[in-house]
């Protein structure tokens, strides 16, 4: 049984940074790609970051430049790296396997940006 666990966010001001991180059980890590999405209120869940099994990297263009998304394979571990957060960030933060056939999710963690 896949379960997702994230962690790491917050309050933060604009211009702040914060890591967020999900730790993976059930499914072979190192062999997943892993992604993050987030949803804000009233909106749909949005994959901002994703890395592939190798540790290529692909970001939506309202993240790209400020986020890093990175893994630890020995952790079962993925990581989201967000520098000069905006207020339009703030949502709530969830991870993924990239192939995620039965619609798994974790609890998420929110993040808020204020001014």
């Known amino acids: 049984q896949v379960r997702l666990v994230e962690s790491g966010g917050g309050l933060v001001h604009v211009g702040g940074s914060l890591t967020l991180s999900c730790v993976v059980f059930g499914v072979d890590f190192r062999f997943n790609g892993m992604a993050w999405y987030r949803q804000a209120p009233g909106q749909q869940r949005t994959l901002i970051a994703r890395?592939?099994?190798?540790?290529?990297?692909g970001y939506a263009d309202s993240v790209k430049g400020r986020f890093t998304i990175s893994r630890d394979n020995a952790k079962n571990t993925a990581y989201l790296q967000m520098n000069n957060l905006k207020p339009e960030d703030t949502a709530v933060y969830y991870c993924?396997?990239?192939?995620?056939?039965?619609?798994?999710w974790g609890q998420g963690t929110q993040v808020t940006v204020s001014l």
């Open positions: 890395v592939t099994p190798n540790g290529d990297t």
């Open positions: 993924s396997p990239l192939f995620n056939p039965d619609d798994i």
